[in-house]
């Protein structure tokens, strides 16, 4: 049947044949058919509408400008920014003097004004919390060789089997791991992190060489958080997404092993 296109701005059509009514009927089923797909998608957007950080979780910063004026404000109180009268005051705890890496001190001068000496009876400790200069530490490990003086075999030393293969030792190699593992850090990212705090340069792919040891590392300690979790009663989870680091230089196999997920 040929379609019939409904001018709802003109009176309805008085069909005179019954073919007449059965293309009316066929016009008025498709056009409630499109009137109902149009009705579940304002449905939908209405319903994405009124989700916010009260009710899903979605943050505030994402809340709709509805949403936002919606809001109920917090009433005043009447009382002034800041802390309070009576409110006990929190201050970083002192280092002990045994941790403490270097003292200077700073005395009165021995006279006063009115001509007295000015006795020392006390101070007032004042401490300051600081980075030390960095910079990476290197080892060099000379393997030696020689030659028997009868029979000119030749010997060689060899590496003890904790000193490392490649250039990067176990406390760079966490470093790294931390930093791609914890706070999701690029590789790129890592590579100039190490460059400009550390003065290191490594490229792209030893940078994601190095990550294969921590599978190995790393293995018992997961599969304790693992058997923890699942013999806890209740499991928290979280609906934030952390997206595993990439390592691109890595064949398949081994960049499957590099995918390690921190609990």
């Known amino acids: 049947m040929e379609r019939l296109d409904l001018d709802l701005s003109r009176p309805p059509p ?37 989700l916010g950080s009260d009710n899903s979780s979605q943050p505030p910063s994402q809340d709709s400008t509805k949403k936002r004026a919606e809001r109920k404000g917090k009433r005043p109180t009447g009382r002034k920014k800041g802390a309070q009268v009576g409110h006990p005051r929190h201050e970083r705890a002192l280092v002990p003097a045994e941790a403490v890496d270097e003292v ?6 021995g ?21 030390p200069e960095i910079r990476y530490r290197v080892v060099e490990h ?3 060789e020689g030659r028997c003086g009868w ?17 990067m030792g176990p406390g760079l190699v966490a470093w790294i791991g931390l930093m791609t593992g914890r706070y999701h850090l690029s590789l790129r990212e890592v590579e100039a992190l190490l460059e400009e705090q550390w003065g290191l340069r490594f490229s792209l792919g030893a940078i994601s060489q190095s990550q294969i040891p921590l ?3 790393l293995g018992p300690v997961y599969n304790q958080i693992g058997e923890a979790v699942r013999k ?11 997206y ?20």
């Open 151 to 167: 029979c000119g075999q030749k010997h060689q030393g060899r590496l003890p089997d904790e000193v490392p293969r490649g250039q």
């Open 215 to 217: 599978q190995a590392w």
């Open 111 to 131: 006279r006063c004004e009115c001509g007295g000496s000015v006795a020392v009876r006390g101070f007032r400790p004042h401490q300051v919390f600081d980075l």
């Open 14 to 50: 008085l069909p005179g044949t019954v073919e007449e009514c059965h293309r009316v009927i066929e016009a008025l089923w498709r056009a409630l058919g499109e009137f109902q797909q149009i009705q579940a998608r304002v449905e939908e957007l209405e319903e994405q509408l009124a």
């Open 142 to 144: 000379r393997v030696y």
């Open 232 to 242: 806890a009663l209740i499991a928290h989870a979280d609906e934030t997404r952390h």
């Open 244 to 263: 595993p680091p990439y390592y691109p230089h890595l064949p398949p196999s081994h960049r499957n092993q590099c995918l390690i997920r921190f609990l």
């Open 104 to 109: 200077r001190h700073y005395f009165p001068h």
